[in-house]
């Protein structure tokens, strides 16, 4: 479910909104120069960022992020809720992870399943598997640069935000308290008349949501919204979600210097790579990050994991 969840948030990060370096204010209160008077301005009364402006911030600093990223590591606990056809609860699985960067690329190397560590036989699979999927990734990249077109780390191609703001709109801004934080919140709606020129240009022409931007970082910290349209990757055979599918993340900002995965929340049907089907719900949990040092010593970063809401 690693794969379906990273679909998701790379729509939504990617695909809506691009990626971030600070472009905002310093704190709640801005400079005001009127008439020869200097003074701070309420939150409340500072105009509202022009949201294509705030956008394009975003996606210019979500790829400066990476580059901060690659130097963390932090553990992912999925929960998956399956449901049979009438809706009851058909099983449940827990999952670990451990996300890093490995050549390049993000992985996400599996711990434990259902509490249960891996066996050396298993261990040596999933270091495999890491191993033919990076190196795919790998691939991609170098075919998507010869081609001149731009790519995300794994090799799929990326969405501008100004490609974005063309497939649909963000309408309703407006300036929200979240965690302390003033952050930016504005609804999108795709265009359904707007010509797409690819698969992934569909799903976010036909997506609904709303997003929150930290107002002074320009990121992402929140997202929420729901498929309108089916979607597939590879013919259904990379992935496939199916309408109706809803879905939550949440980031948050670890060590002062960069916004990580804190919370991803899915609920509908999707299947990937074949061997993974997904009916009911999906919650992923991030904690225990640590940041490597040039030393090569992984130094723990204190910031507990959320709790797991029940539902």
Do not use: C
């Amino acid at each position: 479910m690693v794969l379906v969840r990273r679909t998701l948030v790379s729509v939504v990060a990617f695909g809506w909104l691009g990626v971030a370096t600070g472009l905002g204010f310093s704190s709640g209160y801005q400079e005001s120069v009127t008439a020869g008077q200097t003074g701070l301005v309420p939150t409340s009364e500072k105009p509202l960022p022009d949201i294509a402006d705030l956008m394009h911030a975003v996606e210019t600093n979500q790829r400066a992020a990476e580059a901060i990223e690659k130097d963390y590591l932090y553990r992912s606990t999925v929960t998956e809720q399956q449901l049979d056809p009438h809706g009851g609860l058909k099983k449940t699985e827990t999952m670990e992870y451990e996300i890093f960067w490995e050549n390049g690329v993000p992985v996400g190397r599996l711990l434990k399943k259902n509490g249960r560590e891996l066996n050396a036989d298993e261990q040596k699979k999933e270091n495999e598997r890491i191993d033919k999927d990076s190196e795919k990734a790998k691939e991609r990249r170098e075919k998507a640069d010869e081609s001149g077109k731009e790519s995300d780390a794994r090799g799929h191609e990326l969405m501008t935000a100004s490609r974005a703001l063309e497939l649909g709109s963000f309408t309703n801004p407006r300036r929200v308290q979240l965690d302390g934080r003033d952050t930016i919140v504005a609804d999108y709606a795709g265009d359904p008349k707007a010509k797409t020129r690819n698969r992934f240009e569909e799903v976010v022409r036909d997506m609904t949501g709303t997003v929150w931007v930290d107002e002074q970082d320009r990121v992402l910290v929140k997202a929420e919204g729901h498929f309108v349209n089916n979607f597939k990757i590879g013919g259904g055979l990379l992935a496939n979600i199916q309408k109706g599918t809803s879905f939550s993340m949440e980031q948050r900002k670890v060590n002062g210097e960069v916004w990580l995965p804190a919370r991803f929340e899915g609920q509908g049907s999707a299947r990937a790579l074949l061997f993974v089907s997904f009916n009911g719900r999906l919650q992923a949990v991030e904690s225990d990050y640590k940041k490597f040092k040039a030393t090569s010593t992984i130094v723990p970063i204190d910031s507990p994991a959320p709790e797991i809401s029940p539902k």
